[in-house]
């Protein structure tokens, strides 16, 4: 039997290959502030007040728009930064910046399929429904 030996870039020697070096550094994936502000209570109660307010429904599938399979979808509902937390920090937490979306429709939003001027409109009208509506009802 032929063995493939291979010279190593970690420590300069010669192993099988296949063989991984106990010099070549492990990968740690960097948590980024975003992450990590995903992961505040500040944050889950906001995105707990956007559900709410948007009925635990995504507020695109409810509408019929952008090729809507399922009018009710709730399951895997995710709450979208409009203007993404990178670009504008400061709206984070501003809740006409937040949306309840499928995860269908939160791709299509991410990648700019769904305009955000869009999105913002439909944001202001469950808005105003709210400022109706008194909480509690």
Not at 54 to 60: E, F
Request: some cysteine; overall charge positive; aromatic content about 8%.
């Amino acid at each position: 039997m032929i063995s493939l030996l291979k010279s190593c870039s970690y420590c300069g020697g010669i192993h099988q290959r296949g063989e991984t070096c106990v010099n070549k550094p492990i990968k740690q994936k960097k948590i980024s502030y975003v992450d990590k502000f995903r992961k505040t209570r500040l944050w889950q109660s906001k995105r707990e007040e956007v559900c709410k307010r948007d009925n635990y429904l995504c507020q695109v599938c409810i509408r019929e728009l952008h090729n809507t399979q399922t009018k009710y979808n709730f399951n895997n509902l995710q709450v979208h930064h409009i203007d993404p937390i990178v670009n504008s920090w400061n709206r984070r937490l501003d809740s006409t910046n937040l949306i309840s979306v499928c995860p269908y429709h939160h791709k299509l939003a991410e990648d700019g399929r769904i305009s955000k001027e869009e999105l913002w409109a439909i944001v202001k009208e469950q808005e105003d429904k709210a400022k109706i509506i008194p909480p509690g009802s």
